[in-house]
C-alpha cells in the first residue's frame, strides 16, 4: 500500500510502498478516509520533536472504514465508519487501568512512535477505535481528535462549573474549539484573547467576548469586563511565558489556570498575591483521555461544537501536496486546517 512517510528528519517526508499491515488479536485495520495535517507533523518532519523508529508513517488525525478486525474484537465490524484515539495504549498497566493512558507505560501514539495515516491503511488496537455517526464528516471526524479533543480535556482538567467565566488565551483551532466546548459544558461568559483581529471575530462568532492583546491591557481588562473579580477558568493555548503568566494573573478567587501550549521557557509569578492569596491553581493538561470521546463526538454530531467551518482545503494522499502544506505551516502558522482524502 502506499504510505508517505519521514526518512530522515529535516527532509522532506517521501512516498513508499510498504507491506500492508495485517490485524493481530484486538486489533484493528482501518481504510484511511480523512488525515489531518497537524502543526506538531511540522516540527516532526523538522526533526524538533523526537520520532522513532525511522522511517515512520506520519499522520494523527485519523478517520475511516474498518476494513478488517483481528481474534477478539467485537465492538466495531467492516464496513462500520470510525475515528481514532492517537494514542495506542496497553490496556493493563496501572495508568491505562485508572483511566489515565496518556501516561500508559507502553503507549505510542500514531504517526509518532508507530505507523499513522498518511497511508491507505492504519493498524490500530480495538480500545483506540470510536463510531464515527453518519452525521459527520470523515474529515471533521478526523480533525476533532487533536486539538478539539484536548480543549475538552483542558476544560476537564480544570473543572469547570456551571455558569464560571472562562478566558481562552488564543484563537486558533485549539481555542475556538475550546470557546464552544466551554459554552456546551455551560460556562457563564467566554473571553477570548488574542492578537489577530480576524481570528477573534470569528471567535466573536462563537459567542466569546473579544479581547484584542495588542491593543489593552489583557489582565486589566479582564478584571474589568468581571467587575473586578477576575475569571474562574483561563486556558493558556499559546505557549508563551508572557500570556501563561496573564492567564494566571487574571484568576479570581478559587480560579483555576490549565497550561496547554508547551514552552521550555519559564515564567514568573508573584506567589502570594496570585495563587496563595486566591487560592488559585495552576493546573498542567497532557493530550487526552479515550474516556473523553465519547461526549466530544456526541457534540459535534449535535452541531454544539461547529467544525464545518475549520477545514479550508483537501489534498490528495501525495508527499508533494502534504510537504508544501507542512512548508506553510511552517512559514505562516495555521490558518485554517488542510486534511489529506486518501
Ligand atoms: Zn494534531
Ligand atoms: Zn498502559
Known amino acids: 500500500m502506499k504510505a508517505i512517510r519521514l526518512i530522515h528528519p529535516g527532509r522532506p517526508l517521501e512516498m513508499r510502498e510498504v507491506i500492508m499491515p495485517r490485524p493481530g488479536r484486538s486489533e484493528v485495520l482501518v481504510r484511511v478516509k480523512a488525515v489531518g495535517i497537524c502543526h506538531s507533523d511540522a516540527h516532526y518532519r523538522a526533526g524538533k520533536s523526537r520520532v522513532h523508529p525511522l522511517p515512520l508513517t506520519l499522520g494523527h488525525e485519523v478517520a475511516g472504514i474498518v476494513e478488517e478486525m483481528g481474534p477478539g474484537v467485537n465492538s466495531v465490524r467492516a464496513g462500520d465508519r470510525v475515528c481514532l484515539h492517537y494514542l495506542a ?66 476544560l476537564n482538567r480544570a473543572r469547570l462549573k456551571l455558569g464560571e467565566s472562562v478566558a481562552v488565551f488564543g484563537t486558533g483551532g485549539l481555542g475556538l474549539s475550546a470557546i464552544q466546548l466551554a459554552k456546551a459544558s455551560g460556562a457563564g461568559r467566554v473571553f477570548a484573547i488574542d492578537i489577530n483581529s480576524k481570528k477573534l471575530k470569528m471567535a466573536k462568532q462563537f459567542g466569546a467576548t473579544p479581547v484584542n492583546a495588542g491593543k489593552v491591557d489583557v489582565v486589566r481588562e479582564l478584571k474589568r469586563l468581571t467587575d473586578g473579580r477576575g475569571v474562574d477558568v483561563a486556558l493558556e493555548l499559546i505557549g508563551l511565558p508572557l500570556t501563561m503568566g496573564q492567564a494566571v494573573r487574571s484568576l479570581a478567587i478559587n ?48 452541531g454544539k461544537l461547529d467544525l464545518s467551518r475549520v477545514i479550508t482545503r483537501r489534498v490528495p494522499l501525495e508527499a508533494e501536496a502534504i510537504n508544501q502544506v507542512l512548508d506553510g505551516l511552517e512559514k505562516f502558522g495555521d490558518e485554517g486546517r488542510v486534511v489529506v482524502r486518501p
Not at 120 to 142: H, K, T, Y
Not at 262 to 289: C, M, Q, R, W
Open 89 to 154: 495504549t496497553c490496556g493493563n498497566c496501572p495508568y491505562c487501568q485508572d483511566g489515565n493512558e496518556q501516561f500508559c507505560t507502553s503507549g505510542q501514539m500514531i504517526g509518532k512512535y508507530r505507523d499513522g495515516g498518511y497511508a491507505e491503511f492504519i493498524l490500530i488496537p480495538e480500545r483506540s477505535v470510536f463510531r464515527l455517526p453518519e452525521e459527520i464528516p470523515f474529515e471533521q471526524g478526523a480533525i476533532m481528535m487533536c486539538s478539539s479533543a484536548t480543549s475538552l480535556h483542558a
Open 255 to 302: 480560579g483555576r489556570a490549565a497550561l496547554v501550549g508547551i514552552t521550555e521557557k519559564t515564567f514568573e509569578i508573584a506567589p502570594y498575591e496570585e495563587i496563595l492569596n486566591k487560592e488559585a491553581e495552576i493546573i498542567g493538561v497532557s493530550d487526552h483521555l479515550a474516556s473523553e470521546l465519547p461526549l466530544l463526538i456526541e457534540w459535534v454530531r449535535q
